[in-house]
């Protein structure tokens, strides 16, 4: 078992930087006028190595709230499952 579980762990030191460097160009093109201006568009970035068994996923936002992002994927998984299309909001 590893020493975190799924989303409880900081991102592994491996895939840091890179994702550090995803994240920030994703941010300025989604959000080109950020810190001056609000962001408008928030992201999650999650990675994974194919074929792992121990359950981490390495998460990345630009600043969303995790309550937020626990909706949204809760709101995901029941249209990945076959669910109705409702959308229900905010955290």
Do not use: W
């Amino acid at each position: 078992m590893a020493d975190h579980q799924l989303g409880d762990g900081p991102i592994e030191e491996e895939y840091r930087d890179m994702m550090k460097g995803v994240g920030e160009a994703f941010d300025s093109v989604f959000n080109p006028d950020y810190p001056d201006k609000p962001r408008k568009l928030g992201f999650v970035l999650l990675t994974f190595p194919y074929g792992s068994t121990d359950g981490r996923c390495n998460f990345l936002s630009n600043g969303a709230a995790r309550e937020d992002i626990v909706v949204l994927f809760k709101e995901m998984i029941r249209r990945f499952e076959g669910g109705a299309d409702e959308p229900t909001g905010h955290a």
